[in-house]
């Protein structure tokens, strides 16, 4: 399975852009990058997943580099509720199972 | 629409015990994962089941089993219980398996052994 390396902390200041980067220097042409999130004491929750191109969805935009080897998650605004984990996932759908191989992530504090 | 819902929310055994964790995946979800999270590690992958079949199995000893039953929920059974077992059991249920849907996870079961 191929892996992705993220930074172990982060902080922004609420209502400031996060930029949270992700490398995947191993990245197969069949694996979807993905990014979710875990809340203190809850389970981790979907943000978003790319392949080739940017994306956009109501939580977040993802960059993805030309060459696929890295990505951003981008938060427009960051507020306190998206102090979390982010772990930057690389999923591949031609596999047999749609498992997930999480890493450490990236532990974001936001200041007020 | 009920998310996926797991019981209990925390549980207490004893080493050498053996423990059992419910799932019930989100309505018309076919497949559903478990995963072990060691306190300050990421989600670990131990099981996915799909339509009753086992679909995958991760690096956990023979003491890990699961099953999943005809109404899609699922049961998780971990036998002669470690110190090292002592973690947040995280189930997720998708759609299917070799697909492009959002895998949804519960909120976990905490268990303590002590």
């Known amino acids: 399975d191929a892996k992705t390396t993220q930074p172990n902390s982060m902080e922004s200041n609420e209502e400031e852009p996060v930029h949270l980067p992700c490398n995947h220097s191993?990245?197969?042409?069949?694996?979807?990058i993905h990014w979710y999130r875990q809340l203190p004491s809850q389970g981790p929750e979907y943000v978003i997943h790319?392949?080739?191109s940017n994306v956009n969805n109501r939580m977040a935009s993802l960059a993805i580099a030309e060459d696929r080897k890295s990505s951003t998650l981008i938060l427009h605004r960051a507020t306190l509720r998206d102090a979390a984990v982010y772990y930057c996932?690389?999923?591949?759908?031609?596999?047999?199972?749609?498992?997930?191989?999480f890493g450490t992530g990236t532990l974001l504090a936001v200041q007020p | 629409d009920a998310g996926v819902t797991q019981s209990p929310t925390h549980l207490i055994k004893t080493r050498g015990q053996q423990v059992t964790l419910r799932c019930s995946p989100i309505?018309?979800?076919?497949?559903v994962s478990w995963y072990q999270q060691v306190l300050g590690q990421g989600p670990q992958f131990i099981f996915q089941?799909?339509?009753?079949?086992?679909?995958g199995r991760g690096n956990f000893p023979d003491r890990f089993s699961a099953r999943q039953f005809p109404n899609y929920s699922s049961e998780l059974n971990v036998n002669a219980l470690l110190l090292g077992d002592s973690a947040l059991y995280l189930c997720?249920?998708?759609?299917?398996?070799?697909?492009?849907?959002?895998?949804?996870f519960g909120e976990g079961s905490w268990l303590t052994v002590v």
């Open positions: 997720a249920s998708s759609l299917a398996v070799k697909d492009g849907n959002t895998i949804y």
């Open positions: 191993t990245i197969s042409g069949t694996d979807y």
């Open positions: 790319g392949l080739t």
């Open positions: 996932i690389l999923r591949d759908f031609g596999g047999a199972t749609n498992k997930l191989i």
């Open positions: 309505s018309g979800h076919k497949s």
């Open positions: 089941y799909y339509e009753k079949e086992e679909r």
